[in-house]
């Protein structure tokens, strides 16, 4: 008499759910990404205590680098064929020239008056050249504007 | 064994002889496994990649060019940021200036614009200065409740002020 054995079972476990909520968290996440194009430059946030979020469309970004050059851009790939030519669409943001700036920001805004302006500047970058873009952009009669940062840490 | 239920597709040796012979019915297994790997790894990709938060702005009106302002002087504030980043301010007439740190600098405001609700701050900074510099003093502004405050260009003269002051 032999005893009786425990039977072994392969152990299935049934994946299916796993699975469904894997794919359903896939989608989301293929669907919700926006690729960026890529930056020209590193820019590095300065930090503060603001609370307003960066709009998500309609934005036009000067950036300013820390050595000082500036670059504008826009989120909108029709409209930086528009005002940077085909053969610059691709590129996220195109370095300006100071005195061609007004001009630009007046050609983008007449093209899309939702357009938000925001500066990025970089955290190292020097206040002059903060001060020149501020007063083309009191020229050019936008006077609301964003500066982009990151929530400070405490 | 016994209570096969039918699904299980093992395979009998014995069959009874009274029973019809089927064709045999085999649950079609797929493996699975690697599908759920791609789906996997795709998943972790675009979870890691994507930025949930967007970045925090800062709202600044400024004034149409055109307008102009007149202030009585005991109502103006001015702070002074120089290359370093040393802050000093005055308040009217810019005779003398005196040096703050910027860790007071909060409360300083608050308590300057308790005393005179009319207080006006004008920004001054050194065009050697940081942006960062730039955005920490308005950063300061906005905490301390003052929501009115203008940017100016740093004369010479205020730079020979604040030469004086660091004296």
Do not use: C
């Not at chain 1, 504008?72 to 195109?94: H, W």
Request: glycine share 6%; aromatic share 6%; net charge positive.
């Amino acid at each position: 008499m032999s005893k009786i054995k425990p039977k072994r079972h392969g152990v299935l476990i049934d994946m299916t759910p796993l699975v469904d909520v894997a794919f359903l968290l896939l989608t989301f996440f293929m669907l919700t990404t926006q690729f960026k194009p890529p930056e020209e430059v590193q820019i590095e946030l300065p930090s503060s205590n603001s609370q307003f979020k960066l709009p998500e469309s309609d934005v036009m970004t000067i950036t300013l680098s820390k050595d000082g050059r500036i670059f504008l851009g826009v989120d909108s790939q029709k409209l930086r064929r528009r005002l940077f030519g085909p053969e610059n669409e691709l590129k996220g943001s195109i370095e300006v020239p100071k005195e061609r700036l007004g001009e630009l920001l007046i050609q983008a805004r007449t093209a899309n008056l939702k357009l938000r302006t925001v500066i990025k500047g970089d955290k190292e970058a020097k206040y002059g050249v903060a001060e020149d873009v501020m007063n083309i952009l009191q020229k050019t009669m936008i006077t609301r504007f964003n500066l982009v940062t990151n929530l400070e840490q405490n | 064994m016994s209570g096969g239920g039918g699904a299980a597709p093992e395979p009998r040796k014995h069959g009874k002889a009274k029973k019809r012979k089927k064709s045999r019915r085999l649950g079609i297994r797929i493996d699975m496994t690697p599908l759920v790997d791609v789906a996997f790894l795709l998943l972790t990709f675009f979870m890691l990649t994507t930025s949930m938060s967007r970045p925090q702005t800062m709202e600044i009106n400024l004034p149409p060019d055109e307008t102009k302002v007149d202030v009585p002087e005991s109502n103006l504030l001015t702070l002074f940021v120089n290359a370093k980043g040393d802050i000093f301010w005055s308040i009217g007439s810019f005779q003398s200036a005196k040096r703050i740190e910027f860790v007071k600098l909060r409360a300083f405001l608050k308590e300057q614009n308790t005393a005179n609700p009319k207080l006006i701050t004008l920004l001054k900074i050194d065009r050697e200065g940081k942006y960062n510099t730039m955005v920490n003093m308005m950063d300061e502004l906005n905490l301390a409740n003052v929501t009115r405050f203008s940017l100016a260009p740093m004369l010479e003269a205020d730079k020979a002020l604040i030469l004086k002051a660091q004296s």
